[in-house]
């Protein structure tokens, strides 16, 4: 076994990669991985946030805005995927409005 601590998530793979970042308090973007540290800072370039829906604040709506280059800080990081094999899918547990 070797000294050196292992981190659950492996970023390296994804630098200059697309990806969407999830962000406390609901806030969305999506850019190129620039770079990263053990905190889970994250710089972006490219990037791109998703407005959200003013009526329901937990739903995005079509409109983007433009941000550039962005560094997301690490305690505000929920969630980062890859952008390339992911689509968006119908939810299946919606009931139809007849139902």
């Known amino acids: 076994m070797s000294g ?4 659950v998530l ?3 793979k994804f630098v200059d990669k697309g990806v969407q970042v ?5 806030r969305q973007v999506s850019g190129t991985l620039k770079g990263y540290d053990q905190l889970l800072n994250l ?3 490219e990037a791109v946030e998703f407005i959200r829906d003013i009526d329901d ?3 995005t709506t079509d409109q983007t805005r433009r941000l550039g280059l962005i560094v997301c800080r690490g305690t ?3 969630l980062v995927s890859p952008t390339d ?5 119908a939810n299946p ?3 139809p409005d007849g139902a």
């Open 22 to 26: 999830k962000l406390t308090g609901g």
């Open 85 to 89: 094999g992911t689509e968006e899918i």
């Open 43 to 45: 710089v972006l370039d």
């Open 57 to 59: 604040p937990l739903k």
């Open 93 to 95: 547990f919606v009931q």
């Open 4 to 7: 050196r601590k292992e981190t």
């Open 76 to 78: 505000a990081v929920m």
């Open 10 to 12: 492996d970023l390296a």
